[in-house]
Structure formats: structure tokens, C-alpha cells
């Protein structure tokens, strides 16, 4: 039940002063002053601006939520998509995509970038070898693919027994076998057009000096020499080959065994002598050693004389195959001595170096390498035959030496890097000498370059220095 409140008399009075306060308060005020306010105008006070609240609307707060809601989302769906992917099959792929930037970056820096360094920088090679030079234009030549297919070689030369293409050997046949009559004196070396020979055959002039005479056929150099003067013994070897012959003079005598000059017309030798021929300067060279001729020459001067044809009285020799590798006898090193009295501090004496890899025989004179000046290379035989022949003086002013070429006598062959004792014949001038064993069965050469020394009997000497 409520309860009733009841006001008690102190609380009446105390209501009464409060009232009696108001009316007191409201006596006191003075008239004037109140009129002084009612005329006064009123200052209108400018009103306070009270910042505006912002009224957050509810879709503007809710949007937040959704973005995070989103944000959450996805990346539970990466999560996700994560877990399901099957990472093995990436392995190959992205291996494959990685090797090939290797290969690429290895070809870039390791290949197209760093420049070979040339091949004397990562080699050291013997003397007796010479690096050729770079062929810069080796991509401006015409591509052997794209050119007509070589003929093949079933031709053998009757002189070394190198094969030569049908085509080839009908042009050789119509023209004679060249031979050269070459200084070999220490002031006319180097020599020209010696690695172009076919056939050479080395031997005493005077004074313990030898001389060389080149057969050429196969090649022609354009220059050859230096040319000296003609000897009895060579014109005799020269006729073998019946062949158009350069020479700078001749030995003349009354005496038919050293009569050169005399004999070149009674054998009737289809001569070119200097035709052709001319002197250089070159490298400080003087007269008699600056003499050179031409092969080409000889055979356009032959053309003219109808002396364009091969002799078909040249017998050929026997030839075979290198010997296998395996089969090839050890490096040897040949010497040979032309005269043993007058030495000349050994600036004639030659030698033979065998190399195993070419199955070659390398050249030395007066223990220096001896360098064809036309080719840069040194010079090189496939077969050397040492040759014992007798040898006297013939008595005159001259100091001109008597050889005998007809006969026969022994020989050693050095090829495939082995030393084959045999015997050498030969029964008339124009025939040619042939070589034999000891079976007495010809012997069968190897395919190149022929060196023959011509070493006298009596003053000459071959020694084997190193086998």
C-alpha cells in the first residue's frame, strides 16, 4: 500500500521565507533602471556555433566489416588453392626453364663473349714446325658443300706415285717434267719452290759445296731457285726425265766426263737455261745467289717448241701405303756428310728428323731447319735414299769432280721409320736408276716427296745419331 506523506510545520515555514525571498528581490530592482533597459536595444549576440556531430550511417560502419570479411576470404581460397596444387609436376618444367637460361648465359659469356686465344698461345710446338696464320677470309670463300663434287683421285704419278684425279692427269700429261739446277750455298738460303718438287737429288759440285736439282711436274712455283750452273753428274741424272731444263750456265771442259755445256747439246736436252729468269734484291742478296726462274715459264716456252708432252720413257717405281701407325719405326735422326776433308764447319751437312705422326722425314742444313721461303715451311721428305756413288777428281784448274752414274751400288732407304739396307742400277743415261733390297725385289716407296743424296763413296759419310 502507499504510504501517505504528511508536511510537517517546519517544513511550511520553511516554504514561506522562500517565497517572501522572491517577492523582496523582485521590490528592489529600481524603476529607472528599468526603463533604461527597455529603451536600450538589445545586442543581438552572435549565435555559438555548436559543432555539428557527424551522423555515422550504420552502411558506412558496416563496410569496413565486409572488406575484412573479403580480405579474409581470399586468402583462405589461396590458402587453399595452395594446399591442392601438386607441386611435383612444376619440378620438370621449371627445371627445363632453368637449364636453357644456363645454356644461354654459358653461350653468351663462355662462347660469343670471351675471344679464343690463338693457337701458339696454348701450344708450344718444335721448330721444326711453323704455325700457319689465321684465315680471316675463310667465310668469304665459296663453301666446298656448295661446290661441284671433287673427281676422284685413281691417277699415280710415275715419278713419287701421288694420285691425281683423271682431269688432273690429262693436263700433266701434256707437259714435260721440269728440272732446276738450285744454289746451295749458305748466302743463297733460303731456297725457293723445294716442298713444290717432286723429286730432288742433292750431290757435290767443288770445294766439299753441294747443289740441288729439282724435278717438278705435279706443281709449278712461281718462283724457284736461286738458278746455278749446270755439272756433268746432274745433266746424266736429268735425263732420266727427259725434261725442259733451267740452269745459269755450265761447266765446259775438253773432257766429256765434266763437259756439261758440250754434252747438254749432244744429248740433245730440251734446254731453257735463263729464258724467263730474273734477279732480286731481296733480303740483301747479291749476285750468284739472286737468280730465280719460273715453272710456268719453262712450260709456256715448252708449248711454243712443242715440247709439251710427257716422256713416256719414264718407268715408274713401285709404291704402297704409309705403314700403320703402330707399325712405324721409332724417331730417327740421319746425318749425312758430303766430303769429311773439307767440312766448311759443317754448313752442308744435312739432316734427316723422322716425325712418327706424319710418317715424314724433316730437313736440316748446316744445323739449321731448312725453310722453303715460298711456302714458310720447312721442308720435308716422305722417302730419303742415300745414295753411295764414286766420286774422284778430274784433275782440271777448276777443282771439277768426276761421278759415276751408270752402274750400280749400294743404297740405304729411310721411310715409315726404318732403315732398309738395298742396291741402287742403273744401266744407261736415260734410264732411270731403280732401287732393290736384299732379295733383290724392287723396292716399294711411299707416295710423296723423294729425296736422293748422292754421298761420295770415299769422302762422304752416313750416320745414324739417334734411333
Not at 130 to 154: G, K, M
Not at 412 to 440: P, V
Request: proline fraction near 6%; charge should be neutral.
Amino acid at each position: 500500500m502507499p504510504k501517505n506523506f504528511e508536511i510537517s510545520d517546519k517544513s511550511e515555514k520553511v516554504l514561506e521565507k522562500f517565497d517572501m525571498g522572491k517577492k523582496e528581490d523582485n521590490k528592489a530592482i529600481p524603476e529607472e533602471t528599468e526603463t533604461n533597459m527597455k529603451e536600450e536595444p538589445k545586442k543581438e549576440t552572435p549565435p555559438i556555433e555548436k559543432p555539428e556531430k557527424k551522423v555515422v550511417d550504420t552502411d558506412q560502419q558496416k563496410e569496413p566489416k565486409k572488406e575484412k570479411e573479403e580480405k579474409r576470404e581470399k586468402k583462405r581460397k589461396v590458402k587453399d588453392s595452395l594446399k591442392k596444387l601438386n607441386w611435383k609436376k612444376l619440378i620438370f618444367p621449371v627445371t627445363a626453364v632453368l637449364t636453357l637460361i644456363g645454356i644461354g648465359l654459358f653461350y653468351y659469356f663462355g662462347i660469343y663473349k670471351v675471344r679464343p686465344k690463338p693457337l701458339n698461345e696454348v701450344f708450344s710446338f718444335d721448330e721444326m714446325y711453323i704455325v700457319s696464320e689465321e684465315d680471316r677470309n675463310i667465310f668469304t670463300r665459296p663453301f666446298p658443300l656448295l661446290s661441284a663434287p671433287e673427281e676422284p683421285r685413281t691417277e699415280v704419278s710415275p715419278l713419287n706415285g701421288m694420285f691425281f684425279s683423271k682431269k688432273e692427269m690429262d693436263q700433266m700429261m701434256n707437259r714435260r717434267p721440269v728440272a732446276v739446277m738450285i744454289n746451295n750455298h749458305v748466302d743463297a738460303r733460303p731456297l725457293s719452290g723445294l716442298n713444290s718438287a717432286d723429286i730432288v737429288i742433292e750431290a757435290s759440285v767443288e770445294s766439299g759445296i753441294t747443289r740441288l736439282m729439282g724435278i717438278f711436274w705435279s706443281k709449278a712455283p712461281e718462283k724457284v731457285g736461286p738458278i746455278r750452273s749446270l755439272r756433268q753428274n746432274y745433266l746424266e741424272w736429268a735425263s732420266e726425265y727427259d725434261p725442259l731444263l733451267i740452269h745459269d750456265g755450265c761447266a765446259e771442259t775438253n773432257d766429256p766426263r765434266t763437259n756439261a755445256c758440250g754434252n747438254v747439246y749432244t744429248y740433245g736436252i730440251k734446254t731453257i737455261t735463263t729464258i724467263g729468269a730474273w734477279r732480286s734484291n731481296e733480303g740483301g742478296r747479291v749476285a750468284p745467289h739472286n737468280e730465280y726462274s719460273s715453272v710456268t715459264n719453262a712450260w709456256n716456252y715448252g708449248e711454243k717448241m712443242s715440247w709439251d708432252k710427257f716422256p713416256s720413257s719414264i718407268k715408274s717405281y713401285d709404291f704402297k701405303r704409309d705403314a700403320d701407325i703402330k707399325e712405324r719405326g721409332n724417331q730417327t735422326h740421319i746425318k749425312t756428310l758430303f766430303h769429311t776433308r773439307l767440312t766448311n764447319g759443317g754448313l752442308y751437312d744435312a739432316e734427316w728428323i723422322y716425325d712418327k705422326s706424319t710418317n715424314s722425314y724433316f730437313r736440316r742444313i748446316g744445323g739449321r731447319p731448312d725453310i722453303d721461303a715460298e711456302t714458310n715451311t720447312q721442308v720435308t721428305a716422305k722417302v730419303v735414299i742415300v745414295q753411295e756413288v764414286k766420286v774422284i777428281p778430274s784433275g782440271d784448274d777448276k777443282g771439277r769432280l768426276i761421278t759415276t752414274t751408270i752402274g750400280q751400288g749400294d743404297a740405304t732407304i729411310l721411310q715409315d721409320g726404318e732403315i732398309i739396307d738395298a742396291t741402287w742400277k742403273k744401266n744407261s743415261r736415260t734410264d732411270r736408276t731403280m732401287y732393290f733390297d736384299t732379295s733383290n725385289s724392287p723396292i716399294q716407296f711411299n707416295r710423296g716427296r723423294i729425296w736422293i743424296a748422292m754421298i761420295p763413296h770415299s769422302d762422304g759419310e752416313f750416320a745414324i745419331i739417334e734411333q
